[in-house]
């Protein structure tokens, strides 16, 4: 057998297949290491919004648990998530609702949490590689309900025009007869714009506190003086930016499933003839030239609610149990009564006093002050109106207007309402809403949060 040697071109071949081959075996480890790679970072994405979805799961549990009581506060750790049982959250509400928080700030919390308002923070994790794959949020958010402590809530702006607006109260601890404008019966706007307060004459009568946006200038407040405007408080003259956060009005939502208003078989209501109506959903209802008694209860309508030289009673309501309309649209009161039967005071003010001067004595004498203080049995929040609007994600503007000498006794409240008192109207309440508007009408403030406590 001849043995045959190798030449150059030989070995050169043999390099080259043998080049080729290693970088198909790295190409090859590669290949293997990408895919490793993006299985892990797959998994790694998967891990990550599974607990984003827990974390953000548990802060709408809060949130319901807060729709529920105002005052619910936990500090949960290590709870399942309900349908994915490998992941844990922990859940911490510190609730300062009723302003008794302490300490205030709670341990761990970098902020303090003004009154009315709650710091809600949630964690979710894998319950075997804890911190490993975590998601945490954290809120704080205003509560609120249509109660309120003022008069009137402009958040955007407030503008009396020949008109009065007395936030008669009575201070806590105070003794019998001390019935007169006080704090507590506030005018209020967010505003720090120039006229976010504007007052206007010929003949406006304004008994009441002042507040604009924190750290407002004066300027927010229009002439309060002469010409045509008289204004008075308790101390007199008060008039401050808010300190130290803006006043706050909540959404609204129906007090259950709105569906059956909203479909194209939704109850339109065309009242013309006596009638009453128990709590139920509607699509709208205009009530005309008539009487509409409704009982107690929580009523939704989708649209409109159109009252038109009629009266509307709510003969078994109380302050205890009310009669709550939700809506959806706008509330529109023309020349008609509005639960006038249940309004406060035992006779129409037909004499009410222009003037207050504080004095013990200085009541006006058509009005019970204990009746006006507590309020157990009747007055204005016997029937309370919350403007719902279209829903999330917009929030649909919505219009409250009563005019042409309308009498009207209720508390309204919606984060978007703008209330129009016109023409003659009169009105026992409070209102809590984006504008306020009054020309030619007069308001006697209804204190629509916690009721001071009787005179001894």
Request: hydrophobic share 35%; glycine share 10%; with cysteine.
């Amino acid at each position: 057998m001849v043995s045959k040697k190798r030449g150059p071109l030989g070995f050169a071949v043999v390099a080259l297949v043998l080049v080729i081959a290693f970088m198909f075996v790295l190409m090859t480890a590669g290949t293997t290491d990408s895919v490793n790679l993006g299985l892990r970072n797959t998994t790694r994405g998967t891990l990550e919004r599974r607990t984003n979805y827990g974390a953000y799961g548990a802060m709408q549990l809060a949130l319901d648990e807060l729709n529920t009581s105002y005052v619910y506060s936990c500090d949960v750790h290590g709870a399942s998530v309900p349908g994915d049982p490998e992941l844990v959250y922990d859940l911490r509400i510190c609730n300062n609702y009723n302003n008794d928080l302490a300490p205030n700030p709670p341990a761990g919390v970098t902020s303090a949490i003004p009154k009315g308002m709650v710091y809600i923070e949630a964690k979710c994790d894998l319950r075997d590689y804890i911190g490993q794959y975590t998601t945490k949020v954290y809120s704080k958010a205003a509560l609120g309900s249509y109660t309120s402590n003022t008069t009137i809530i402009g958040t955007d702006q407030v503008t009396i025009t020949n008109s009065t607006i007395d936030g008669y109260s009575v201070p806590v601890n105070a003794g019998a007869g001390s019935l007169k404008p006080y704090l507590s019966g506030a005018i209020v706007t967010n505003s720090v714009q120039a006229g976010g307060i504007t007052l206007a004459g010929p003949n406006t009568v304004i008994k009441s506190g002042l507040f604009w946006g924190p750290k407002g200038p004066a300027s927010v407040l229009s002439n309060p003086g002469p010409p045509g405007v008289t204004w008075t408080s308790t101390p007199p003259g008060w008039a401050a930016p808010q300190d130290p956060t803006p006043s706050r009005v909540p959404r609204f939502r129906p007090p259950r499933d709105p569906s059956d208003a909203l479909s194209p078989a939704g109850v339109v209501k065309n009242i013309t003839s006596p009638d009453s109506l128990t709590p139920a959903n509607f699509k709208s209802i205009s009530v005309t030239g008539t009487t509409l008694s409704l009982a107690k209860g929580e009523y939704f309508i989708a649209g409109n609610l159109t009252v038109t030289n009629a009266e509307v009673k709510c003969p078994d309501a109380t302050g205890s149990q009310p009669c709550d309309i939700y809506v959806g649209g706008n509330v529109t009161i023309t020349n008609s009564k509005v639960n006038w039967d249940n309004r406060l005071g035992s006779s129409d003010p037909a004499v009410y006093p222009t003037m207050m001067t504080g004095a013990p004595g200085d009541v006006p004498l058509v009005l019970d002050p204990t009746q006006l203080a507590t309020q157990a049995l009747l007055g204005p929040r016997t029937l309370r109106i919350f403007f719902v609007g279209s829903g999330a994600p917009r929030y649909k503007d919505c219009t409250f207007i009563a005019q042409n000498n309308s009498k009207i006794s209720l508390v309204a409240a919606g984060k978007a309402m703008k209330v129009e008192l016109l023409s003659g109207t009169e009105a026992w309440g409070g209102f809590k809403g984006s504008r306020f508007l009054a020309t030619n009408a007069i308001l006697h403030y209804h204190r629509t949060g916690k009721p001071a406590p009787p005179p001894p």
